[in-house]
């Protein structure tokens, strides 16, 4: 009976200390973000980049807080301790106030077409002279060719990407120039609301004409930066990350 008791003892002293040790290592995280669906959205503090970052740090342990503001912003007060944590970085290197997960997603710019197009796109050169539609500020990202692409009448920049399947699908264009993510996030929506209109995946072309970008979570406590990355490893390796993007993209999604 003793020894009962002494074990009963030893458990219930064990999970105390558990418990405490736990509650040490736990901490309230302010973490900071911009607001770009599907990747953050802000109308639903949730998003692709922000739900794989949150529940990392919830199997952690800790809890977390979201905030939303333009990235730069972001990022000086991460690197002042005014939060804990910022998302996405892009290119960054740790300096003695900022440190940088693992990737924790990339970006996929891709090009799109319609099959029945039969358009073949091998280089950025290819796209030239047709009429393209993409995000403000594209000429900026992808080289010289990209540029000469810009320069003809038939390219477009517009600020409203949620128009853009539907701008391909009724053919207003011939290409979509944007993030994989945020095309078909906004095809799975533009589908389920116009539920008359028939029209699968299966028609469309992706060209991988651009380099991915990976997309970073910017820390100023190192340790916590550490610790992030190993339970990523393990959270990416269940597939969890996968789960959160198909939430997304739905069934539209094509891979």
């Given at each position: 009976?003793y ?19 736990h ?16 990747h953050?959205?802000a ?66 710019p ?107 979570v ?38």
């Amino acid at each position: 009976m003793y020894k009962n008791m002494l074990k009963t003892s030893s458990l219930i002293s064990l999970f105390i200390l558990t418990l405490l040790s736990h509650s040490l290592v736990a901490k309230e995280l302010l973490m900071l973000t911009d607001d770009g669906p599907p990747h953050m959205i802000a109308a639903s503090n949730s998003g692709i980049d922000v739900d794989i970052t949150r529940e990392v740090l919830q199997l952690m342990g800790h809890t977390v807080t979201l905030g939303f503001a333009p990235l730069k912003r972001t990022m000086r007060q991460v690197e002042n301790k005014q939060a804990d944590l910022f998302l996405p970085t892009f290119f960054q290197s740790d300096t003695d106030k900022l440190f940088f997960s693992k990737p924790i997603i990339s970006y996929r710019p891709i090009a799109l077409s319609l099959k029945k197009k039969k358009f073949k796109f091998n280089n950025i050169s290819d796209l030239i002279g047709l009429k393209i539609v993409t995000f403000q500020g594209a000429a900026g990202y992808f080289g010289p060719e990209f540029v000469k692409a810009s320069k003809f009448d038939s390219y477009f920049e517009l600020h409203n990407m949620s128009k853009f399947p539907e701008m391909l699908i009724k053919e207003r264009c011939d290409v979509v120039v944007l993030d994989y993510y945020i095309f078909y996030y906004y095809l799975q929506k533009y589908l389920k609301q116009k539920t008359t209109v028939e029209f699968s995946v299966k028609e469309i072309d992706e060209f991988h004409l651009f380099p991915e970008v990976k997309a970073h979570v910017g820390f100023h406590d190192k340790a916590l930066r550490n610790n992030f990355d190993t339970q990523f490893e393990l959270y990416k390796s269940q597939g969890k990350d996968k789960i959160v993007i198909t939430k997304y993209l739905g069934e539209v999604n094509p891979k």
